[in-house]
């Protein structure tokens, strides 16, 4: 049986007991309207960790005004019925009021991290991903806490603010899952229009383009980018935001791809918005 915990003292109640039975705590922070992406998160903390609790909490505070927060799925029944699948133990599943009884005058800043790749499009959002991980990480006191490479820049930015901070808990990052033609499993691609379904495929496209220009030999980051560019502005429909190289640690741009870097990608197709990245690594 999955126990749904709302709210903090019977989450706090729960962890304490997990604790007390000796087992390893793992937590896969979600937003919900699970895909096999997230259960591929669950079955890795299921293997790895005696005990398994999700969090599933569309967090106000990583949606800026005019994003798709209100249009976010919610679909708690079919998570839940996931969750029982996988063999989670637990779902907190809080309120907003419960997370943030009063507007927050503490956060914590990922500094250089939020500002590279989405930051600028999504001013605020990595501070509301890193606070709200933060909170869920003293909430719930997992051992291990896992996450996905879908979203780069912040499995980059919750591994530094586990280490700047020192936090107890280890991070694992999750291979991205994808649909059979590439496209990667997002809670947002139920939004989009059959015919941008279809073109929706250009974002991977674009980074097995950069790849395989890479292992041609191009090594310049920029004309990797640029061929990026062009791929995904020749789509119908497709609005890029960007496509980048960065360095796969510090999220800086890279000229010449001699360490491993991260390409990274965002488009827009009318209000959904879908990100997808795939690490480059230079030749040995
Ligand atoms: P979300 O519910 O979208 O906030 O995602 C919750 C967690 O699942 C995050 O760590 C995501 O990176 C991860 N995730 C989302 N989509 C995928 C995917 N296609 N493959 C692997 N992990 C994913």
Known sequence: MTL??????????????ARNSGQSLGLVPTMGALHEGHRSLFRRARAACGRVAISIFVNPA?????????????TFEGDLA??????????????????????????VHPGKLGKSLCGPFRPGHFRGVATVVAKLFHILEPDRAFFGQKDA??????????RDLNFPVAIEICPTVREPDGLAMSSRNRFLSPAERARATAL?????RAESLLRSGVKDAARLEQEMQTMIRAV????????SVVDARTLEPVSIIDREALAAVAVRFGKTRLIDNLFLAPEK
């Open 62 to 74: 990583q949606f800026g005004p005019g994003e798709d927060f209100e249009r976010y799925p919610r």
């Open 4 to 17: 749904v915990l709302r709210n903090i003292p019977a989450a706090r109640q729960w962890v304490r007991e």
């Open 153 to 162: 820049q912040q499995a980059v930015m919750i591994q530094r603010m586990v």
């Open 236 to 243: 119908e429909g497709a609005e890029l935001d960007y496509a």
């Open 82 to 107: 996931m969750a029982e699948q996988e063999g989670v133990d637990a779902v907190f599943h809080p309120e907003p009021g419960e997370m943030y009884p009063d507007p927050l005058l503490v956060t």
């Open 204 to 208: 991977y496209r674009s980074l097995c």
